[in-house]
């Protein structure tokens, strides 16, 4: 029997790896055929090799496995970065962003991620970066509003005067 080939096989390795690493299911699954091939005799570089990981990943999924079994291979919970701003700091933030920012004496008459930062480093001494910043607004249940421009208000002589191919 000959041997099949997959064509373009370096991209669809890259592919299938990348679907591996996208659902914590499939992730279990790959560490279970890692330790697998483990308990069968292979050496964990080898299957690192095999599997398109690191040999200390395959090293990990084998210690966690003998310490917790099935369980050890599971997706745990990552705690992330601890949060620079506590509950009272998030409730000030929620009620001031219900007021104008002119009323904080701020410059502007609506929110967005640079006015919001440049509030909490007024208020708390403390940076946030203005992506930070709108993340906040959508976790406090807020939206980005942005002003239109008068011109939209304006006579319509002046909106023709205005627009880019009208013959002035």
Known sequence: MRALSIADSATIILGLQDEIRRSGE???DHRLHGVL?????????????????????????????EQ??????REGERSGRPRRLDEKQLRDINIALRQ????????????????????IAQRYGME?????????????????????????????????????????
Not at 46 to 56: C, H, I, K, N, S
Request: hydrophobic share 35%; with cysteine.
């Open 26 to 28: 499939s992730r279990y």
């Open 128 to 168: 946030l970066g203005v992506r930070q910043c709108q993340r906040l607004f959508q976790q406090l249940g807020f939206r980005l509003r942005k002003p239109r421009p008068r011109v939209a208000q304006a006579d319509p002589a002046r909106q023709k005067a205005h627009k880019k191919n009208s013959r002035r």
């Open 68 to 73: 917790s079994g099935l369980a050890g291979l």
């Open 37 to 65: 091939l483990v308990a069968q005799g292979m050496t964990c570089p080898q299957v690192a090799e095999l599997l398109g990981d690191a040999p200390r990943s395959v090293e990990y999924w084998v210690r966690r496995f």
């Open 100 to 119: 104008m920012p002119r009323e904080l004496g701020l410059g502007g008459n609506l929110w967005d991620g640079k006015t919001l930062a440049a509030w």
